[in-house]
């Protein structure tokens, strides 16, 4: 059973420290209000398979714990399409019951030339966590993932030359894949390559293209569903079936998110708030991006065509996930861009009242470096600037909420090393008093980053913790 739940390598438990504060109440009540004084220990070890076991054949379990459970923990991460990849592999090894929330309001790159030529919304980050879910255990899997993984040359005459390549069936990755395969796949590319004709006023940019995203597009405006276009690519990819990859929007419309500084400017465009790239179609460097002029006070969703927040639209979160919110053994908010990839999923109606009302683990998975959007900030304004989204503080006044921080937060994984200040005292003071300390390893691109090992024995530890103590004996 152990090694069913946790997998090989995660029931050996996590190599983690962790900053906790002595007598204090359960740390998933939302109302510590014990001394703010921490001190470093070793976290307790606790076997998720027993707890496993203790809920199946337990009938006094609380309301939240049914019984008997699956044998996997559910979990649901908001995130982006980049930092949070790096762990999905290792992720898999805990539990393949995991819904994971994108944003659709990506404007950069090979998503930005598709929605410039044929609108629609962003599916860039979907397409890039759908691909890391994909199956890679056979040839023709190992060949999809290759096919729909693939990246244009930079050079826009030879991107489009291999384009007609692929599109014409002549290209070698279409090594490796059986006629049912190539047949669905090439259908919608030629879908996609279709409807760029149709628009001969706006020439298209092939440069640096995924044809992941060129087949993602098709299906999309074949279907006119998003979701449908979602369900294609998870079932051509394998996804595994318990695995969701939901859009935190569900549209066929074109989104574009803005954010408003403290200064009062409003910066119209995910790409501009995060990496403006001046329409450069080179792959991103988050690093060289100059500072913004004022920290980020808000983001919010705009009509495509207004300039500022009296151009504010408010779309609807997508239903599935406030059903999921409500039965998952565990929230996490993932490491990454804090305003532009996490925030945009938090700041829709209902997200927040749901989240609050939950007491399973709520994590925050912190950076390990800052990026333009957090310079200068702590581990607590991590927590704030969450906080402040899911209350909706600074929208609309009819439309905020009032909860306190540990009510959306209540357990914080640090990488070891990390660049951002952990202020304990301020965490205290938030209601905080999980802080642990995971090992890290060092990227040459972006610096510290989690070990993606620790990092989910890390979480397999929290969870068990929170599943065993919601055992009535």
Not at 47 to 55: D, H, K
Not at 76 to 95: D, H, I, M, P
Not at 331 to 338: D, E, K, R
Request: proline share 6%; with cysteine; hydrophobic share 40%.
């Amino acid at each position: 059973m152990a090694e069913g739940w946790l997998g090989p390598s995660v029931a050996k438990g996590a190599s983690s420290l962790l900053f906790h504060t002595p007598n204090v109440p359960a740390p998933f009540s939302s109302s510590s209000t014990s001394s703010s004084r921490s001190t470093l220990r070793q976290p307790r070890s606790v076997s998720m398979a027993a707890s496993a076991s203790q809920n199946q054949s337990s009938p006094n379990s609380s309301s939240e714990i049914s019984s008997p459970r699956p044998t996997q923990p559910s979990l649901l991460v908001f995130s982006g399409g980049t930092a949070f990849n790096g762990v999905v592999e290792e992720l898999k090894k805990l539990t393949t019951r995991v819904t994971h929330v994108l944003p659709v309001s990506d404007d950069g790159g090979s998503t930005a030339e598709i929605v410039r030529v044929l609108g629609g919304p962003a599916v860039g980050d979907i397409r890039s966590r759908c691909l890391r879910l994909s199956d890679q255990s056979t040839v023709e899997a190992l060949a999809v993932r290759s096919l729909l993984g693939h990246r244009l040359p930079l050079d826009a005459h030879e991107a489009k030359s291999e384009w007609y390549s692929i599109v014409e069936g002549k290209h070698d990755l279409w090594n490796g894949l059986s006629r049912p395969y190539s047949e669905t796949i090439r259908a919608f590319l030629v879908y996609f390559q279709n409807e760029i004709m149709r628009r001969p006023n706006e020439a298209f940019c092939f440069s640096n293209g995924s044809i992941g995203n060129f087949f993602f597009a098709g299906a999309r405006i074949f279907f006119q569903s998003l979701d449908a276009a979602i369900f294609l690519f998870s079932r051509v990819s394998d996804i595994p079936s318990e695995s969701l990859v939901l859009p935190v929007i569900s549209t066929n419309d074109r989104l574009t998110l803005g954010c408003e500084l403290w200064n009062g400017t409003i910066i119209r465009g995910q790409n501009e708030i995060s990496h403006p790239t001046n329409g450069s179609m080179q792959p991103i460097d988050k690093g060289c991006c100059s500072a913004l002029p004022s920290r980020i006070k808000r983001v919010f969703y705009m009509s495509s065509e207004g300039g500022n927040s009296l151009h504010e639209v408010f779309p609807t979160v997508n239903a599935t996930v406030l059903d999921q919110l409500s039965t998952v053994d565990c929230i996490v908010y993932a490491m990454g861009s804090l305003f532009t990839s996490v925030c945009p999923s938090l700041v829709l109606r209902g997200v927040g009242e749901n989240i609050a009302l939950r007491t399973c683990p709520k994590v925050l998975m912190l950076n390990g470096t800052h990026d333009r959007e957090t310079i200068g900030f702590s581990a607590s304004s991590f927590v704030t600037a969450i906080a402040d989204a899911l209350n909706r503080r600074y929208g609309d006044p009819h439309n905020c909420l009032g909860y306190s921080e540990s009510q959306y937060v209540n357990t914080l994984l640090v990488p070891k090393g990390g660049a951002i200040p952990i202020d304990l005292h301020s965490l205290n003071a938030q209601g905080i008093f999980d802080v642990i300390v995971v090992d890290s390893v060092e990227d040459p691109k972006v610096g510290i980053i989690f070990d993606p090992a620790s990092l989910i024995n890390a979480l397999a530890d929290l969870i068990g913790r929170h599943m065993s103590s919601n055992v009535k004996v």
